[in-house]
């Protein structure tokens, strides 16, 4: 193995942005499994490992922020050694040949998900193994400071793509804009006029809030599939001009009203955040945190809701980059986000390496222990025809039935919302 110099200088570390440094400081060090993003896959097909191994070296080469490292004493990230000398400590390949995708799993998540040193270890690692029928199991690990749902799906296109580019012979492609180069400055003034936000007393969150005393409890995971129930949640967004995250977020808020028995409901999310030509191809963390929060009671009819809702999120996404972070900053307000929720298409949330004349499919990992954060983190999806929900739950926060009840609300009101499609 290459050791790569990593000392630090002073010229060569790049700043973070602010939800960068609100992980950093979660964790508390530099030593960190909690933030590691797990994905894992089989492969059934020719595939020529050695050449995907040149292509995640392409890869490494073509973007400085996954050859970077996070030193501890600095506010930053730092870019060390090149694709060739860092290969070797992010690709892990077993030679010992095993019965069962559970016991390849088992082996390469010892290795994958162990904690990962962010002072010396780039933020990246992948393990792979041959089972006895011949198929590929394959690992993906990324840290939370560079990976999101977007970095991933950027990930295995470019992992792909130079898989090919090796197979026919061609060179690596071009370059693309680089993470530092392509971050947006904040700009000030687009932090004005957000006050309404903090007005609301949002008692109901504020004390699921307050329930999740310690970072971390106990999760417990709910799963719902709602068969048929996209079509009428596409065309309700359609006939209202919204798109379906709206409706869906309605749907999560009057779910969250009834459970707490609050009117004024609240959540946070996240999107993909890359409003630059310059950003949409270049991997890094572009995650901005966006926070969804409304009066039920204000509203004399759901239409009035729907509006009001598509208004506050157009404001999030014509403000570039705005995070949560800098906005309790400038309002020195206390942070209201124990309710995570997302909703997006199924393509995205699943989204997997294709690599030609390869059949993939993606492994759901089974977590023995499950911990959470956030008292509650629903994540949807949808396809053509079904809406898939996910949900996972502090049990030192939220009761079983409280669980069932939300989960199962959402999916009620949101099959409310879809019926009012052909009424319009």
């Not at 979660?26 to 595939?47: K, N, P, W």
């Not at 694709?83 to 799993?105: H, K, M």
């Not at 840290?143 to 690596?172: I, K, N, Q, S």
């Not at 991997?283 to 809701?305: H, I, K, P, Q």
């Amino acid at each position: 193995m290459t050791t790569v110099d990593i000392t630090p200088r002073a010229e060569d570390v790049h700043p973070l942005s602010p939800q960068q440094r609100q992980m950093i400081d979660f964790i508390g060090g530099r030593t960190d499994s909690y933030y590691l993003m797990v994905e894992a896959f089989v492969l059934t097909g020719d595939l020529d490992t050695a050449v995907l191994r040149q292509g995640l070296l392409r890869v490494l080469d073509r973007h400085d922020v996954l050859r970077a490292v996070y030193p501890a004493d600095q506010d930053g990230y730092r870019v060390v050694g090149t694709g060739a000398e860092l290969i070797d400590r992010i690709w892990t390949e077993s030679s010992d040949p095993f019965p069962s995708v559970d016991e390849a799993l088992a082996a390469g998540l010892d290795m994958a998900a162990r904690p990962m040193d962010l002072n010396e270890e780039p933020p990246l690692r992948t393990w792979l193994t041959r089972l006895d029928n011949g198929k590929v199991v394959l690992i993906v690990c990324g840290h939370h400071l560079v990976f999101d749902a977007w970095t991933f799906m950027l990930f295995y296109e470019d992992l792909a793509a130079e898989y090919r580019g090796a197979v026919a012979g061609r060179r690596p492609r071009a370059l693309p804009p680089q993470y530092a180069e392509a971050q947006v400055p904040q700009n000030p003034e687009a932090l004005d006029g957000w006050s309404a936000l903090f007005d609301r007393k949002y008692r109901g969150t504020r004390a699921l809030d307050a329930a999740a005393e310690a970072p971390k409890g106990p999760g417990v995971v709910h799963r719902r599939t709602w068969e048929g129930l996209s079509t009428g949640v596409v065309a309700v967004a359609k006939s209202f001009s919204v798109t379906p995250f709206v409706i869906a977020s309605v749907a999560m808020l009057q779910a969250l009203s009834d459970v707490l028995g609050d009117d004024e409901a609240a959540f946070g999310s996240a999107y993909a955040g890359r409003t630059t030509a310059a950003s949409a191809n270049a991997l890094g963390y572009y995650s901005t945190t966006l926070f969804v929060g409304e009066n039920l009671s204000a509203y004399e009819s759901v239409d009035d809701l729907i509006a009001a809702v598509n208004n506050g999120l157009k404001r999030w996404h014509h403000t570039s980059r705005i995070q949560w972070e800098d906005l309790l900053e400038r309002y020195h307000a206390e942070d209201l986000y124990p309710v995570k929720f997302a909703f997006q298409p199924k393509e995205l949330a699943e989204r997997r390496l294709k690599l030609p004349g390869i059949e993939t499919v993606k492994v759901s990992r089974k977590k023995a222990n499950l911990t959470a954060r956030r008292p509650v983190n629903l994540i949807g999806s949808y396809d053509s025809d079904a809406v898939s929900v996910s949900m996972i739950v502090r049990a030192d926060v939220l009761t079983d039935d409280q669980a069932v009840q939300l989960i199962d609300g959402f999916g009620r009101r949101l099959s409310a919302l879809a019926a009012l499609a052909p009424a319009r």
